[in-house]
């Protein structure tokens, strides 16, 4: 049976998508574009089975639906700009079967521009139709916020920029299905512009807070008690907090290359974020200099090692550069979490402990690289020989704050 909708791309955006979808009663399919790594539960992917959502492998099902979204991921490639490659593969598979009347929809990260002068081209010499005649064009930003159990799709506003006023109509009456609010944009390349804006809000503002947590440690103050006052303030502030990196598949963009001039601000965060997990072993070699012992030798145990608390996805997690940092001086590197059974670093497997406790108490140094709900900090500040937390979560003396 024909289902409504097809989400092309079952990682980081696509199954959220497919997941409030089929939420709102959508009949829904989902194809993937290559390996992917999604944020939801085993639990999650059986209810969405259990309400009709397919997984198909035949790519003429894409051909048999009202709605196509393509959510391939867009990770950073060896340049440092956006791969589309897996956007492109998508778009190419989707063309050859695309029909009329079809409204093809753009969530993926991507610059400014991508959705008419790079996805439109494939779309109509694969197909044969014309966007905007034959076929509706649209972008979308994803708004994916992996864990918020307060904000979710359907009470998150959902922004949409169609290459003509009916395409963006034709999505904005899709999307109604899905949420609340429709916000109509005056084209895809605001629509994409955006989904930069605010991710480059998240890394800008991540950086600044990330500064002042190096400057405040040398100035003997507390940034999480200056952060906890300053987020009182009712307007013009809102509160970011730092820690050992910024993880996740939102990938800052300064638009070199791809302007006339970049945005020199994200340039510089993008390098502010990077040191963090430097620092994190800086200040993790540094304690251990202060009660006695070389970071040659010593037994680090890492708490958390993925890239948003609560969740299993370790997308851009600092915790890889730091288990490299703290193996390349000479430390013995075990982790533990509570959402990933096994973990690598530089192609060797990390020993898991198995005993939280006991490892922290035989550990001479702890660092909570992840804040998870089921940690008892207040019980491994006591167990553990030292401990160093990233994320400001113990309790103010109970531990070496970053």
């Not at 639990?43 to 391939?72: H, N, S």
């Not at 601000?265 to 540094?286: C, H, I, K, T």
Request: glycine share 10%; hydrophobic share 40%.
């Amino acid at each position: 049976m024909p289902a409504d909708l097809a989400v092309i791309g079952l990682g980081p955006y696509g199954l959220p998508l497919a997941q409030a979808a089929v939420a709102a009663g959508v009949s829904t399919i989902g194809y993937a574009t290559g390996p992917e790594a999604g944020s939801l539960s085993p639990a999650e992917l059986r209810r969405m089975l259990a309400k009709g959502f397919r997984v198909v492998e035949d790519p003429a099902q894409l051909g048999r639906v009202r709605t196509a979204v393509i959510c391939a991921p867009t990770p950073r490639g060896a340049d440092g700009g956006l791969d589309l490659g897996q956007v492109e593969t998508a778009a190419r598979t989707l063309a050859a079967r695309l029909r009329p009347h079809t409204t093809v929809i753009l969530e993926s990260p991507v610059h400014p521009g991508t959705t008419e002068d790079f996805l439109r081209p494939l779309l109509e010499k694969g197909s044969g139709l014309r966007a905007g005649r034959d076929f509706h064009l649209a972008y979308s930003p994803s708004r994916v916020d992996p864990g918020n159990r307060d904000f979710t799709p359907a009470n998150t506003p959902k922004v949409i920029g169609g290459f003509t006023p009916a395409c963006t109509e034709s999505a904005a009456t899709f999307y109604g299905r899905l949420t609340d609010k429709v916000v109509r944009a005056r084209g895809p390349r605001e629509a994409e512009t955006v989904q930069l804006l605010e991710t480059n809000f998240r890394h800008v503002n991540i950086a600044l807070v990330n500064e002042m947590a190096v400057l405040c440690h040398d100035l003997g103050v507390d940034l999480w008690d200056v952060v906890r006052c300053a987020e009182t303030k009712p307007f013009g502030f809102q509160a970011f907090r730092p820690g050992p990196g910024v993880g996740g598949h939102g990938v800052a963009q300064d638009l070199s290359g791809h302007a006339s001039r970049g945005l020199r601000m994200v340039e510089l965060a993008q390098q502010v974020n990077s040191r963090m997990p430097g620092y994190v072993v800086q200040r993790a070699a540094a304690l251990l200099n202060e009660h006695g012992k070389s970071a040659r030798g010593a037994r680090v145990l890492l708490l958390g090692v993925t890239y948003k608390a609560d969740l299993a996805d370790q997308q851009g997690s600092p915790a890889q550069e730091i288990a490299i940092r703290l193996l390349e001086l000479g430390a013995s590197v075990s982790y533990h979490d509570p959402h990933v059974s096994s973990w690598s670093v530089l192609d060797r497997p990390v020993p898991r402990a198995d005993s939280l406790y006991e490892a922290a108490a035989d550990a001479d140094l702890t660092i909570l690289v992840q804040q998870h709900r089921t940690y008892d900090l207040q019980g491994l500040s006591v167990k553990a020989q030292l401990l160093l937390d990233t994320r400001g979560a113990t309790p103010t003396g109970a531990a070496h704050r970053l």
